[in-house]
Antibody, heavy 117, light 104 residues
Framework: EVQLVETGGGLVQPGGSLRLSCAAS????????MNWVRQAPGKGLEWVSY????????YYADSVKGRFTISRDNAKNSLYLQMNSLRDEDTAVYSC??????????WGQGALVTVSS | DIQMTQSPSSLSASVGDRVTITCRAS??????VNWYQQKPGKAPNLLIY???NLQSGVPSRFSGSGSGTDFTLTISSLQREDFATYYC??????FGQGTKVEIK
C-alpha cells in the first residue's frame, strides 16, 4: 500500500522556522513530481510548492515564496519543506502529495503546523 | 498565479438530484483541470483529471467538462456517499475555494 508520512510539525512562534519531512514508500518515488499542499483549520486546500522528479523544476505559491524551500532526496525516498519566517497565517495541516502528469494521485495524512506566540 | 474561482461555495441537494459545480480560471488554461472530493478528516480523492477523464474506480455518475476558462463537475444522480466538499485544481497548482455539498 502506498504510504506518504509527514513528520516535523508542531508549535512554533511567529518568525520561527520548521522543517517538514515526508517519507514515501510502496511506489517509485523518484519517478513522481511532488507537491506540498496545506489546509488551514476549517478552510480549503492551498497549493504550496512543487518539485519535479529530478528537482530541476521548482515552483512556489506567492504566499510562501522567499520563505519556504522545497527539496527531495530520491535515494532516501524523502521530500522536505523548510519553512522560515513563519506567520500566523501559515498555521495549517501540511500534506505531501505525489503528482503523476498533472494530477495529484497519492496524499499523505498531513502534519499540523501551528504558528502562535 | 492563475486564480480558480469555484461556485457555488455550498449547495443543498437531495439524493437523486443532478448537481453541477463550476470553476472559472482567471485566464485561459489548457485542459489540465482536476476535481477532488474530500470528506471530513480524510485526504482528498481524485475524481476527474485532464478536465474530463474519470479516475479509475470512480463511479460513472461523476463527469467533467469545459475549456478555456470555464470548467464543470457534474454528478448525474447524487448518492448519499457523495455528500462532501469538492475542489477543482488547475493542473498540479491552484485549487478552487471548494464547494460543500450538503443534504437537503
Amino acid at each position: 500500500e502506498v504510504q506518504l508520512v509527514e513528520t516535523g510539525g508542531g508549535l512554533v512562534q511567529p518568525g520561527g522556522s520548521l522543517r517538514l519531512s515526508c517519507a514515501a514508500s510502496e511506489f517509485t518515488f523518484k519517478t513522481y513530481a511532488m507537491n506540498w499542499v496545506r489546509q488551514a483549520p476549517g478552510k480549503g486546500l492551498e497549493w504550496v510548492s512543487y518539485i519535479s522528479s529530478s528537482s530541476s523544476t521548482i515552483y512556489y505559491a506567492d504566499s510562501v515564496k522567499g520563505r519556504f524551500t522545497i527539496s527531495r532526496d530520491n535515494a532516501k525516498n524523502s521530500l522536505y519543506l523548510q519553512m522560515n519566517s513563519l506567520r500566523d497565517e501559515d498555521t495549517a495541516v501540511y500534506s505531501c502529495v505525489a503528482v503523476a502528469g498533472s494530477r495529484s494521485v497519492y496524499w499523505g495524512q498531513g502534519a499540523l503546523v501551528t504558528v502562535s506566540s | 498565479d492563475i486564480q480558480m474561482t469555484q461556485s457555488p461555495s455550498s449547495l443543498s441537494a437531495s439524493v437523486g438530484d443532478r448537481v453541477t459545480i463550476t470553476c472559472r480560471a482567471s485566464q485561459t488554461i489548457s485542459s489540465y483541470v482536476n476535481w477532488y472530493q474530500q470528506k471530513p478528516g480524510k485526504a482528498p480523492n481524485l475524481l476527474i483529471y485532464g478536465t474530463s477523464n474519470l479516475q479509475s474506480g470512480v463511479p460513472s455518475r461523476f463527469s467533467g467538462s469545459g475549456s478555456g476558462t470555464d470548467f464543470t463537475l457534474t454528478i448525474s444522480s447524487l448518492q448519499r456517499e457523495d455528500f462532501a466538499t469538492y475542489y477543482c485544481q488547475q493542473s498540479y497548482r491552484t485549487f478552487g475555494q471548494g464547494t460543500k455539498v450538503e443534504i437537503k
